[in-house]
């Protein structure tokens, strides 16, 4: 079990928070355009960045277990609205950089893996989210 994530106003801003995961402290924030400060990445840039991190992590586990020539990574994400069957969705796009002397196998295998990190396997399923109220 990782540690709790423990999020909180801070005073410093209109929608400024100082979000909490074990011994690391980071601020989230809203944009300008939306009336925040903009001192902090906004919620879904870490819900993004969680994404991308643990395609990378995944990614490169997987290759170091396979012993294979994989000297770097880079994910990069986008948000986007898209409508389906008439109804607003939220669509985020990756890009997989992929550096080394790899073959085209070892590439499309690689493709295949990130689409089994944690964190992805986690949004494109239906999630339970459990919601309460501390007094």
């Known amino acids: 079990m990782s540690d ?43 819900l993004m960045a969680g994404l991308g991190a643990c395609t990378s992590m995944t990614l490169r586990m997987y290759a170091e277990r396979k012993e294979l020539p994989l000297t770097g990574i880079k994910v990069t994400l986008s948000h986007e609205k898209i409508e389906v069957d008439g109804k607003p969705r939220d669509q985020i796009k990756r890009e997989i950089t992929l550096e080394g002397e790899l ?33």
């Not at 106003?9 to 809203?30: F, K, M, P, S």
């Not at 499309?108 to 109220?133: F, T, W, Y």
Request: proline share 5%; glycine share 10%; with cysteine.
């Open 103 to 135: 073959s085209d196998t070892q590439r499309q295998r690689l493709l295949e893996i990130a689409g089994k990190c944690p964190v992805h396997r986690a949004l494109s399923q239906s999630l339970h989210l459990e919601l309460s109220l501390v007094e």
């Open 4 to 46: 709790l994530v423990i999020v909180a106003e801070n005073g410093q801003g209109r929608y400024q928070q100082e979000v909490r995961v074990g011994q690391h402290r980071l601020l989230a924030d809203e944009p300008v355009s939306v009336g925040g400060g903009d001192a902090g990445p906004a919620p879904f840039d870490f």
